[in-house]
């Protein structure tokens, strides 16, 4: 393990974090509220700390080796999330102890959009920003960002994509250069951003809502300026073009890199993935509304308003709200909580297991039905033309595998602090989807569950965001072995 350049990376990362706590200063002083000194402490703190921990180690050279890309990337996110808890743990309004800022921290940067503040209407204006910016950050992957800027100094970042990524997928580049795919991913990203704000505003919100709400929406966060959520504008206008922007985020981005290139939208229709994903979301759409209807919780076009955006918005693993689905009537809160266990296509913002896999796992299925009928048949998984090799099968069913061990786990861990079945249960699937609003205790927010409960979701919130692999590869024996 080279721990000489593994400090000089984060030294190097620690250094540009600490630059995201200056334009939450420029909003306190437009706004006029005097909250700067918090980001101010923050900057200096995280930027001095990236300094004298690079200084030392600054001559250092050498090649990552993909062992190093995972202690980076689980390290890195362990230390964002201590660092950019700073100026919340600093702040008066709201005020929060060393727990509850970590867990807002960790909650932004991994786009869950659990939160445990309550009265987000009455917070300063640079909060609100800076808990906007810390999901758009986190909603492509700092580490993705990293990776074209690490060249640059002379350090490779391949590992650190892999090790940020994995699953069926993570080898799939867009353009021949590692760097290169990355700045492709965030031009892209930076793009829908834009138009997404744009969209809002021109629908009615204020220029500073627009902002923020891109910003969550596009990083799949949802996070919100207001208590009320989505709900809070009232607008039909506004969850539409809401909707367009989960369904846009939660696809992979090579689909959007390749309609970008090639001028053409047949591509999305030809990717099985993003096929079953629309499917999936259609039909969920119209049992929520047809229950609604029938249940009489809404008159016919209110139940396909609010049913629908609820839907996305679960599904995508979003977290938005305009109504408080954990009431609704029947299957309604089940469903939709187990819709976000699909999650996002992979290679987008999205949490969950992704959608690729589900698929894969259902083919999976289908064929053992099948070999049960024609036992000596050859039959082989296809999305779409393309073939899948039994490693990758093997690989999505182990994914599969260890992620309903690990729900177990920590879902005995919550009921251990004393949360109820149905609280502990929808915790951890809200962070380990990354997913954010849950049922039960935690419908509204986190902020009343003990302190050791939500340091175990914490836990949760970065298995999810790495994809469970990345963090657990570091426990095992033959990770550390020469």
């Known amino acids: 393990m080279h721990w000489r350049i593994i400090l000089r990376i984060l030294g190097i990362l620690l250094m540009l974090f600490s630059f995201t706590m200056l334009p939450p200063m420029v909003v306190s002083a437009f706004a006029g509220d005097q909250t700067h000194s918090p980001f101010l402490y923050g900057f200096l703190i995280t930027l001095l700390t990236g300094f004298f921990s690079w200084l030392p180690v600054a001559r250092v050279r050498g090649e990552l080796r993909t062992r190093d890309g995972f202690v980076i990337t689980v390290l890195f996110w362990l230390v964002l999330g201590v660092f950019g808890a700073i100026p919340l743990a600093l702040s008066v309004t709201p005020h929060l102890s060393i727990t509850d800022a970590v867990f807002e921290s960790l909650s932004g940067l991994t786009t869950t959009g659990a939160t445990v503040i309550t009265g987000i209407d009455e917070l300063p204006a640079s909060i609100l920003f800076y808990r906007q910016q810390l999901q758009w950050l986190g909603g492509m992957g700092i ?103 989960m369904i846009i985020s939660a696809a992979n981005f090579s689909l959007h890199f390749v309609a970008w290139r090639n001028r053409s939208l047949k591509h999305y229709l030809q990717d099985s993935e993003f096929k079953f994903f629309i499917f999936l979301l259609v039909v969920i759409s119209a049992i929520t509304v047809f229950v609604l209807t029938i249940s009489k919780t809404y008159p016919p076009l209110e139940a396909f308003r609010r049913g629908v955006f609820e839907v996305v918005s679960v599904a995508t693993t979003t977290g938005f709200a305009t109504a408080d689905f954990a009431h609704w009537p029947s299957l309604l809160p089940f469903m939709l909580f187990v819709a976000a266990f699909a999650g996002g296509c992979a290679g987008s913002t999205g949490g969950g297991m992704k959608v690729i896999r589900v698929l894969i796992i259902l083919k999976q299925g289908l064929r053992e039905i099948h070999r049960l009928i024609h036992p000596n048949a050859v039959m082989q998984i296809k999305l779409g033309r393309n073939p899948i090799s039994d490693r990758v099968v093997e690989a999505v069913w182990g994914f599969f595998s260890v992620y309903m061990i690990v729900f177990v786990l920590l879902l005995l861990a919550l009921l251990a602090t004393g949360l109820d079945q149905v609280t502990a249960w929808s915790a951890v699937g809200a962070t380990l989807n990354n997913l954010g609003p849950g049922l039960g205790q935690v419908s509204a927010h986190f902020g009343d569950i003990p302190a050791v409960a939500k340091w175990i979701l914490c836990v949760s919130m970065i298995l999810g965001r790495l994809e469970v692999f990345t963090l657990l590869v570091l426990f095992t024996p033959m990770f550390w072995r020469h």
């Open 143 to 245: 580490i993705v960002l990293a990776v074209a800027i690490l060249p640059m100094l002379g350090i490779g970042g391949m590992q650190l994509y892999r090790a940020e990524a994995p699953g069926p997928v993570k080898d799939t580049k867009l353009t021949p250069r590692i760097t290169e795919t990355a700045k492709t991913l965030w031009l892209i990203y930076l793009y829908l951003t834009i138009a997404c704000a744009l969209a809002f505003w021109a629908a009615g919100m204020s220029f500073f809502d627009a902002i923020g709400h891109s910003f969550s929406t596009v990083a799949i966060g949802g996070f919100s300026t207001h208590d009320a959520s989505i709900g809070y504008f009232d607008s039909p206008l506004i969850e539409a073009i809401c909707v367009v922007f």
